[in-house]
Nanobody, 131 residues
Framework: VQLQASGGGLVQSGGSLRLSCRAS????????VGWFRQAPGKEREGISA????????YYSESVKGRFTVSKDNAKNMVYLQMNNLVPGDTAVYFC?????????????????????????WGHGTLVTVSS
């Protein structure tokens, strides 16, 4: 079982990047997949999630309207399209998953991404936004 985030890089402020989260060893058919980021000296922040069973999405206030999470079941991938990037988005980005249970998604919507017990973590990918 493995997750791998990729697609990071250096981009100018206002630019875009698309991150990918590839799952291997299991099928992302009934999971919540979350995107997190950690900037230097800061705590890890959950920024977006997708319910792979029905496509419902969640965004933190810090990225809402700029980032879009999507899935490709055929490729067993989840993506994070990041637009209008700003220097404050500079961080290492991670993806993680939890198997969906009856209350997983409702708990996430009510309490945020910290309410989910994230099982698997991939290596992160660095996003650097220059001003």
């Amino acid at each position: 079982v493995q997750l791998q985030a990729s697609g990071g890089g250096l981009v100018q402020s206002g630019g875009s990047l698309r991150l990918s989260c590839r799952a291997s060893g299991f099928t992302l058919d009934y999971y919540v997949v979350g995107w997190f980021r950690q900037a230097p000296g800061k705590e890890r922040e959950g920024i977006s999630a997708i319910n792979t069973a029905d496509g419902r999405q969640y965004y933190s206030e810090s990225v809402k309207g700029r980032f879009t999470v999507s899935k490709d079941n055929a490729k067993n991938m989840v993506y994070l399209q990041m637009n209008n990037l700003v220097p404050g988005d500079t961080a290492v980005y991670f993806c993680s998953t939890d198997r969906l249970k009856s209350d997983t998604w409702d708990g996430l919507l009510t309490w945020g991404m910290d309410a989910v017990v994230w099982d698997y973590w991939g290596h992160g990918t660095l996003v650097t936004v220059s001003s």
